[in-house]
């Protein structure tokens, strides 16, 4: 490897030479922390206004002009050498090796790689392109397992056409369940989903910190709320989403549902024992749902259980049936529940 090195006091390490994509025949040097490519230009300005808006910049002598030569290179900041690396072997690759079913599951990252630096440069084609390699493996438990919550985070980011919103509602939950089990993960899931105003992922989050808060405290030994990592934009949504759980659960549990007679199946005299039955019904399956799930911020899968206790653990008579049997005034009342509403409440402008 040829190597050559610059007097500027920030370069550490010495510049060198990419063993592979350096081509003799390019016409263009770029610099990527300490890596040199040399590349034909028409193969990144074909695929992206911003390198050819990038590339069309220099005017003047050809000796001085930025990417001549490896001592005055193009310098692109902010990326890595080897996500470059990565993106050039894929445009440099015969057709044949970058057809989906090609490409295996052990070059996702590499995929990856390409999915955040055609974000960032405008390459249409090769953002779509890597959706559908991505698409076509990450599905598959041992890949999502051995994704790096880099990844997880970059694919997040970069989905933000219409047509990627299920990608991107798919790594929100991939990431979720990694912040269950590495808290420390939260701050940066945060900002993501802050940057995208993704009011969908940030209400999960916002619910898997308060479920964590709640299960922490006891009622001899309270835990004040955690805020630390937490940037101030979160916490009054968090507390107002809080609160607004806790109030709407207390109301909900001091009126069930009005269970109407249904005078088909019993007389309005019989059907003060329905109501009876009902009343014990709501409170039992309330009780063993809130059990279940002790966290007011868990309240889709508490008011799921409630649901499921409803139809199916207590003994059904014909009225009942009538009333429940098809889910539907607790379904209202899940519908009605929709997190999203607590943490995000929609607010009406006066006047
Ligand atoms: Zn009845």
Redesign the pocket.
């Known amino acids: 490897m040829q190597a050559c090195h610059f007097d500027t006091p920030q370069d550490i390490f010495p510049v060198e030479r990419d063993p592979t994509l350096y081509y003799a025949s390019g016409d263009c040097v770029i610099r990527v922390q300490q890596t040199l490519f040399k590349i034909h230009r028409f193969q990144l300005t074909n695929n992206s206004p911003v390198f050819d808006a990038l590339f069309s910049l220099p005017v003047g002598e050809i000796s001085l002009v930025e990417g001549s030569s490896d001592e005055l290179p193009i310098v692109l900041d902010g990326d890595t050498a080897s996500d470059f690396s990565s993106l050039l072997k894929f445009i440099y690759a015969p057709v044949i090796s970058t057809q989906i079913r090609a490409i295996s599951a052990s070059e996702l990252p590499h995929v990856v790689a390409v999915a955040r630096l055609a974000h960032k440069y405008d390459m249409e084609p090769w953002q779509t392109w890597a959706f559908l390699v991505f698409a076509s493996h990450y599905r598959t438990p041992a890949v999502s397992k051995q994704l790096s919550s880099s990844d997880i985070a970059t694919i997040y980011k970069v989905c933000d056409r219409p047509q990627g919103l299920t990608l991107r509602n798919e790594m929100a939950d991939l990431w979720l369940r990694r912040i269950e089990s590495d808290p420390a993960l939260l701050s940066a899931a945060l900002d993501a989903a802050e940057s995208e105003s993704d009011e969908r992922f940030l209400t999960r989050l916002y619910a898997l910190h308060l479920a964590r808060t709640d299960t922490l405290s006891t009622l001899g030994s309270p835990t004040p709320f955690p805020t630390e990592g937490i940037p101030a934009v979160h916490l009054p949504r968090m507390l107002t989403g809080y609160w607004s759980l806790s109030t709407s659960y207390a109301q909900l549990r001091a009126s069930p549902p009005h269970f109407p007679?249904?005078l088909a199946?019993?007389s309005i005299g019989?059907?003060e024992k329905?109501l009876r039955t009902w009343k014990s019904s709501w409170e039992e399956a309330l009780t063993s749902a809130e059990c279940e799930h002790p966290s007011v911020c868990a309240m889709d899968a508490r008011l799921e259980r409630v649901k499921r206790a409803l139809a199916d653990g207590v003994q059904r008579w014909t009225?009942y049936d009538a009333f429940i049997g098809n889910g539907e005034p607790v379904q209202k009342i899940v519908d009605d529940f929709k997190l999203q509403n607590h943490f995000f409440p929609v607010t009406v402008e006066a006047g």
């Open positions: 007679p249904y199946y019993c019989e059907h329905c009225c």
